[in-house]
């Protein structure tokens, strides 16, 4: 028999585990904006009242959706420079839908909103993934494009008349004392992870 040692197992390295530097890394920013938070409240301790902190949160809940779209272009190494001038347009199809005449404007405002995004989304990666033209031109002239539609749509001024229901069940309304753009960038949220996470690796996105 030989006295020589059986070769050893390869080792399995543990990715679960997870690397401080990383986590450090990721919690540069996030920990500069908290002290730059702590240092303001210590200022002035009405700025993290709650009452500012939730305001702050409902305002840029917004920015959190255009933050999670643009996400998914650029992890597949796309960008959108017509996302701002989308949302304008959109928003003012929105708005004069609503405030016209007819059953649940509110709803098919909604609808024509969603309807207009979806149009102009899908003409952008028909451009890009179906002919082939690049990004940037194809994005920034749909935003040239899109903003020309939303000046002359509008005539250049705010939509007025936008039905107090939606205001108030919407922008300003809470649910189980939460603002309602909140809950619906949350959940938002909760969906782009789900997607990301079961959906799409690193090497399949990149």
């Known amino acids: 028999m030989s006295d020589r040692p059986d070769m050893a197992a390869p080792v399995v390295l543990d990715r679960a ?11 540069k920013l996030p920990g500069l ?27 840029t809940s917004y920015l959190a959706l255009f933050a999670m779209a643009q996400t998914m272009v650029l992890l597949t190494r796309g960008f959108d420079l017509s996302l701002g001038f989308t949302v304008s347009l959109v928003s003012v199809i929105s708005a004069m839908v609503m405030t016209g005449t007819g059953d649940m404007p ?7 909103g969603l ?8 003409l952008n990666g028909f451009l890009i993934a179906g002919i082939g033209i690049n990004p ?20 250049g001024f705010p939509v007025p008349g936008i039905p107090e229901a939606f205001t108030d069940s919407l922008a300003e309304g809470r ?32």
């Open 17 to 27: 585990r997870p690397d401080i530097r990383q986590f450090a890394a990721q919690a």
């Open 33 to 59: 904006v908290f002290l730059a938070l702590l240092g303001l409240g210590l200022l002035d301790p009405r700025i993290v009242s709650s009452g500012n902190l939730w305001n702050i949160a409902s305002q």
């Open 106 to 112: 509110i709803l098919w405002g909604i609808v024509a």
């Open 136 to 155: 940037l031109v194809t994005t920034l002239g749909m935003a040239n494009i899109v903003m020309a539609l939303a000046s002359t749509v509008s005539g």
């Open 175 to 206: 649910l189980i004392g939460i603002p309602v753009p909140i809950l619906f960038a949350a959940l938002c949220f909760a969906l782009l992870f789900l997607v990301l996470r079961f959906t799409c690796s690193a090497a399949a996105c990149i």
């Open 115 to 122: 309807g207009v995004g979806l149009l102009i989304g899908g």
